[in-house]
């Protein structure tokens, strides 16, 4: 049976789409991943610099936020949360659902630590590099044996 990996961030704009297009992109074949957002304005398109630092990495993104719904997690395997306050929040509205919530960093490197993966929303490209390259070392290192 393919993985289904849900990805969920705030608005859907930034962190989220941007693991959703690195995890389509190192794990074809092996699974497949959408995102959504816990706030999102549907419908709008990825931040422009979300779109630069993927495609420096030559990797596509067709990208329009999606305002998460039960039929998602439904649909997902498993959901990875970028902050433990998104897990907290995903956990609280849909318990049923509580046995395949997890941050991302929580689910690769284990409980300890920092579970956050930082919001770049309105930062400088740099700053959107930086939580690529951390999307992309978790991705690359999750295990869905």
Known sequence: MTKKILFV???????????EAIFNHLRSGEAFARSAGLYSVEGSKAAWN???VLEENKMELDHRS?????????WASHVFAMTSA????LMDQ??????????LKEFVDGPHGSQDIADPFGGDIDTYRSA??????????????
């Open 132 to 145: 690529f390259k951390e999307l992309k070392d978790l991705i690359r290192r999750l295990s869905l044996d």
């Open 50 to 52: 979300t779109l630069k």
């Open 9 to 19: 961030c705030t608005g859907n704009t930034c962190r989220s789409p941007m693991a």
């Open 94 to 103: 849909y318990p049923g659902a509580a046995d395949k919530i997890f941050t």
């Open 66 to 74: 999606k305002q998460l719904t039960e039929e998602d997690l439904d």
């Open 86 to 89: 998104h897990k907290a929040m």
